[in-house]
Nanobody, 120 residues
Framework: QVQLVESGGGLVQAGGSPRLSCAAS????????MGWFRQAPGKEREFVAR??????YYTDSVKGRFTISRDNAKKTLSLQMNNLKPEDTAVYYC???????????????WGQGTQVTVSS
């Protein structure tokens, strides 16, 4: 059974630098493209970043502020978020895909999400 469990969310002041983690089990982690997505209140879920054999990719709004990384030995995915803005407030989801794409329809496995709230 595949499990993705996010942690590290919470209430953060604007400009803060929290780090999200995702612990994976039950899948071939090193073979998967891992992604972070987010869903803000009243909005659709959107792509944030992904990492796989082809490299790392980011949505424009987080480039230069967020860094995605992975530890295949520990089966963990991370998202270092710097210089947070109120518009980064969302539920952040970890997801796994076996195709190197950003479209969320291609991500087969999802975590339960972790809330990040940025106060101004």
């Amino acid at each position: 059974q595949v499990q993705l469990v996010e942690s590290g969310g919470g209430l953060v002041q604007a400009g803060g630098s929290p780090r999200l983690s995702c612990a994976a089990s039950g899948l071939s982690f090193s073979s998967a493209t891992m992604g972070w997505f987010r869903q803000a209140p009243g909005k659709e879920r959107e792509f944030v970043a992904r990492i796989g054999w082809s490299g790392s990719y980011y949505t424009d709004s987080v480039k230069g502020r967020f860094t995605i990384s992975r530890d295949n030995a520990k089966k963990t995915l991370s998202l270092q978020m710097n210089n947070l803005k109120p518009e980064d407030t969302a539920v952040y989801y970890c997801a796994a895909s076996f195709t190197p794409v950003s479209q969320q329809q291609s991500y087969r496995y999802w975590g339960q999400g972790t809330q990040v709230t940025v106060s101004s």
